[in-house]
């Protein structure tokens, strides 16, 4: 089973490049993050032509989360499914083949001063609540999505110039740890103990380029979707070309 999270920065202005990488790829399960669009809006109708089934919660320009699946989709919680709701569409849930997926859109945090960070702070200590509400460790479960968190210095290009910066804080890494501390694993790292390894590139002074960037964009399993995992990978490729997102997907392969 191949499972690929990806921040696709609008459906918009991304749909066709969307459907050209799902038909290159062939991925499984997709989590989307920043679709921007209403659930109107969403081309479910173009993604059911492909072979997938779909599901979104979002809320018109901005954030908006989706998953689309080859292998069932089954069980769908939209939103948080204990405490407040956020009224922003960050996360969605639904079984897949089996696995219990979540797609989250973490908030951005903005700055350490901001009322924002201490909202990803709440957001993802809701998070890790949500999950465990709905599944135990031994469970096969699939986080997958834009953290907005680097989880160590070897995801930063330059961790000197994030020093009392978002995405890498302290609180914030360690909000992802208790989360891990539940029973998740960073697939990608099963995989990849290499630096500079990054799934965000600012779209400005040719980041990409350059290699300036960040890995935010993890997928989070269970040990035993951990002992399934064989392969996984960035797929640099998607963030080239016309009109990229500024996040590239980031793909893991189970047996």
Not at 1 to 22: F, G
Not at 203 to 228: C, E, M, N, P, W
Not at 234 to 249: E, V
Request: hydrophobic content about 40%; charged content about 25%.
């Amino acid at each position: 089973m191949r499972i690929a999270t990806w921040n696709v920065n609008s459906l918009k202005v991304r749909l066709p490049r969307i459907e050209e990488w799902l038909g290159d790829m062939q991925p499984d399960v997709l989590c989307m993050q920043e679709t921007k669009v209403s659930d109107d809006a969403f081309p479910a109708l173009t993604f059911m032509s492909m072979g997938y089934e779909s599901v979104h919660h979002g809320q018109g320009q901005w954030n908006g989360v989706a998953i689309l699946s080859k292998v069932g989709l089954d069980d769908v919680v939209s939103n948080f499914a204990v405490g407040e709701p956020d009224t922003d569409a960050r996360i969605i849930t639904a079984t897949c083949g089996g696995l219990r997926v979540s797609s989250v859109y973490v908030p951005n945090g903005r700055s350490l001063e901001d009322a924002h960070y201490q909202y990803k702070l709440r957001w993802m200590a809701q998070l890790r609540s949500h999950v465990a509400a709905l599944s135990s460790p031994t469970d096969a479960v699939v986080v997958a999505g834009d953290f907005n968190i680097c989880p160590a210095d070897i995801d930063v290009y330059d961790p000197a110039k994030f020093v009392g910066a978002t995405h890498t804080s302290e609180p914030e890494r360690a909000a992802l740890a208790e989360l891990l501390d539940w029973g998740m694993i960073d697939l990608f790292r099963t995989q990849h103990d290499d630096a500079k390894l990054y799934s965000w590139w600012d779209y400005r002074a040719g980041d990409f380029h350059q290699g300036r960037g960040l890995r935010i964009d993890l997928v989070l399993g269970t040990k035993s979707v951990a002992d399934r995992c064989t392969w996984s990978v960035i797929d640099r490729n998607a963030r080239k070309g016309q009109l990229p997102s500024d996040h590239a997907p980031v793909i893991v392969e189970l047996d």
